[in-house]
């Protein structure tokens, strides 16, 4: 039996990748001289909500031609591309397909987009809101009523994403306000922010009494005649089917952001409530975290079947792409687009800038700890060049992880000193102000340098209770003789109002820029009086080195999302000057270093931009 021969003009050999059919075609011309052409392949995405854009992989003689002979046409010579209005889009994918005779590969844009697009416009529809309670409608600020405006007109099913400090729950409550036929309402949040949730609607919605508001507290609570369940993340997914046989109408998920994993269990439950819930309305001043695919998991909750799947959604989003252990959705593609669709279906967002023309200026400062890596002990000093030669050579993302976790680690250790020094220099200047830190130890320290030197302070951390919370933010805002408090970057980064301070310090980073700008929001916020300082203090030579690096990657994704106009990169650099020490507790200050840190930016690798790096760190009690 002769063995079958390949017709294939290509000779190849197993798990051999073959040229692409698609990409090059051959022809032959006088014996065996072949002349290679090029599959042009055309796509398309959005510019706006009224026009999309013509993409070529190469110039293309027939595309132009083409593309030239419809009437909405238009050539931008800086960009060079062709845009289109969406209304012609059958139009010219029609006549494209004509093409393919001419090695022309077209892609169609996918239907989620143009459903988007198309939608019919009510945004200046009247707003009868002559059944909603008063005190809340008067309450609104302008661009509160069209937070409320702009619920509507989707039918109670949106993303309110203002920045934080601007009043998103006000927003929500009005929401559901003009929906109360449509109670009762549950409420999902944090375990801290169960007072505000239940004093604000005390005090704007009085048409609720106090005895229809409940907070679950367990799963044995007795929820029938709750008008208004305030719960916990947490109970929301350990008590998903009782709350579904409760049969609410309506629904508010405060931040939002941590349901990113679309197969985590809590965003399980959230996804079988919303799927049987009227009206939803989500929560959170940073949607987005990191990357686009932990939008996915939110969009879907408003609307499950727009996108299809996850795998449409990345494939058009993250950049979705087969790698050698499996598919890879950690990437970011059409980044203009899905801000437009962001806009036009789903979130609304507003800068603080931009709505409150009087909130006093805030200004950052990157502080170069004044430390001297060589005065180290020679044990503390060998573990820090190792972690740091490990973290470079490293390339498994998991081992990567570990690493820079234990880098993390040792270098709160070696900062204490320096940051306790700056602290105390700071506290000199009568200044009120939030110090921020992740690690026990830096929490400790900072406590007990302030105790050394008797001074006030409260200190909230993950230990600390609902109860104790307001306690103690109330004793911050009102006591001027408190002049310092000691939070966990993890723990107070978001539902609480620090506002008596004007400046923060945050002893050590986080990996995520959000965060950071979540506890930012603490002081700079609706009630701030004085001018905003934040300072980062920085330790070169250490993992501070990576982390701040990493944090401006994530930085400029999120910017090309529309997310955010802040760059961690704008921050004015500063060396401390201060060669003291700090009253003798932690040991004298080496001299001012000014030696870059030496960081290798290929070490950067992207997969340590992965998202397990944040849900590991918070879960982390070190």
Request: glycine share 4%; with cysteine.
């Amino acid at each position: 039996m002769r063995p079958i021969q390949s017709t294939s003009p290509f000779k190849t050999k197993p798990y051999e990748k073959t040229p692409s059919a698609t990409s090059t075609t051959s022809v032959k011309l006088n014996g065996d001289l072949r002349v290679y052409s090029k599959t042009v392949t055309v796509t398309f995405s959005l510019l706006s909500s009224q026009r999309f854009v013509v993409n070529m992989s190469a110039y293309s003689a027939p595309v132009v031609e083409t593309i030239k002979t419809v009437a909405s046409k238009s050539f931008d010579p800086t960009t060079r591309e062709w845009s289109f209005s969406v209304k012609d889009y059958k139009e010219v994918l029609t006549k494209l397909n004509l093409l393919s005779s001419a090695n022309v590969l077209v892609e169609a844009m996918p239907n989620f987009v143009l459903t988007c697009v198309t939608e019919p416009d009510d945004s200046e529809a009247d707003l009868d809101t002559s059944q909603m309670d008063p005190t809340l409608i008067q309450t609104l600020l302008p661009f509160q009523y069209e937070g409320l405006k702009f619920g509507v007109q989707r039918k109670g099913r949106c993303l309110i994403a203002d920045d934080m400090g601007l009043g998103k729950t006000f927003q929500a409550l009005a929401i559901m306000n003009y929906y109360r036929k449509d109670w009762p309402l549950l409420i999902v949040t944090t375990a801290s922010m169960k007072n505000v949730w239940e004093g604000t609607i005390m005090k704007y919605i009085p048409s609720v009494s106090i005895m229809q508001v409940q907070y679950m507290i367990s799963s044995r609570d007795f929820i029938e005649d709750s008008l208004v369940l305030i719960v916990s993340h947490d109970l929301m997914s350990r008590c998903c089917e009782k709350l579904i046989e409760r049969k609410f109408g309506c629904i508010i998920i405060d931040e939002s952001h941590n349901l990113k994993n679309y197969k985590a269990k809590m965003t399980q439950a959230a996804m079988k409530i919303c799927k049987v819930v009227k009206r939803v309305v989500l929560l959170s001043g940073t949607p987005v975290l990191s990357r686009p695919k932990e939008l996915y998991s939110q969009l879907s909750l408003i609307d499950e079947k727009l996108f299809g799947s996850f795998f449409n959604y990345a494939k058009r989003y993250c950049a979705l792409h087969q790698t050698n252990f499996g598919l890879d959705s950690s990437g970011k593609s059409n980044l203009q687009e899905l801000e437009i669709i962001l806009k036009k279906k789903f979130m609304i967002r507003r800068k603080k800038e931009d709505v409150l023309g009087s909130l006093p200026n805030k200004s950052e400062e990157v502080i170069k700890l004044n430390m001297n890596l060589g005065d180290l002990n020679k044990a503390d000093k060998t573990v820090l060049e190792q972690l740091s030669n490990q973290y470079v050579e490293t390339k498994k993302s998991s081992d990567k992880h570990s690493i820079l976790i234990s880098f993390f680690c040792e270098t709160a250790k070696i900062k204490i000193p320096a940051v306790c020094l700056h602290i105390e220099k700071v506290l000199k200047e009568k200044k009120k102000i939030l110090v921020f830190a992740h690690h026990k130890i830096m929490l400790d320290a900072v406590e007990e340098l302030l105790k050394f030197n008797n001074y006030k302070y409260i200190r909230i951390d993950g230990s600390s209770s609902t109860t104790q919370r307001k306690y103690l933010i109330d004793k911050f805002q009102i006591d001027s003789q408190y002049v310092c408090a000691v939070l966990s970057i993890t723990s107070t980064n978001a539902g609480i109002s620090l506002t008596a301070a004007n400046q923060v310090v945050f002893a050590e980073l986080h990996w995520n820029p959000s965060i950071l700008k979540q506890a930012e929001a603490r002081v700079h916020r609706i009630g701030q009086e004085n001018a905003v300082l934040i300072q980062y203090l920085l330790a070169s030579g250490t993992a501070d080195d990576y982390m701040w690096q990493l944090l401006q990657k994530k930085q400029d994704i999120l910017r090309e999302m529309g997310l955010t106009k802040e760059v961690f990169s704008v921050a004015q650099q500063k060396q401390e000057k201060n060669t003291g020490s700090s009253r003798g507790i932690f040991g004298t200050i080496s001299k001012e270093n000014n030696t870059d840190s030496g960081v290798d930016n290929q070490a950067m690798d992207e997969d340590v931009l992965d998202d397990d790096m944040d849900d590991i760190l918070s879960n982390m009690d070190i």
